[in-house]
């Protein structure tokens, strides 16, 4: 069973910076992608950034610019450096990441929340 742990959440004023990790249990070569989702209040998921095994990603729109994502494969861990953070950032940033067999195995950590308010 595939865990993943997220931590690096915290409060912050609008502009400045934060850095979300998500360790997984298993070897990150597992996984055909990983990401980041994030969730506001009475918003539906949605996606922050993806990285594939490759190292190609995707932003949202709406983070292009400010976030970064990357993955350190000797830590099994991936990153979210997230700058000139705004109050619209403030969510639940939750990790994600996915196997392609003969179906789709989707795998997600617990969340860690993310406010940004002066």
């Known amino acids: 069973q595939v865990q993943l742990v997220e931590s690096g959440g915290g409060l912050v004023q609008p502009g400045g910076s934060l850095r979300l990790s998500c360790v997984a249990s298993q070897t990150v070569f597992r996984f055909n992608d990983m990401g980041w989702f994030r969730q506001a209040p009475g918003k539906q998921r949605e996606l922050v950034a993806r990285i594939s095994t490759s190292d190609r990603t995707n932003y949202a729109d709406s983070v292009k610019g400010r976030f970064t994502i990357s993955r350190d494969n000797a830590e099994n861990t991936m990153y979210l450096q997230m700058n000139s953070l705004k109050p619209e950032d403030t969510a639940v940033y939750y990790c994600?990441?996915?196997?392609?067999?003969?179906?789709?195995?989707?795998?997600w950590g617990q969340g860690t929340q993310v406010t940004v308010s002066s």
């Open positions: 994600n990441a996915r196997i392609f067999m003969e179906t789709l195995y989707e795998y």
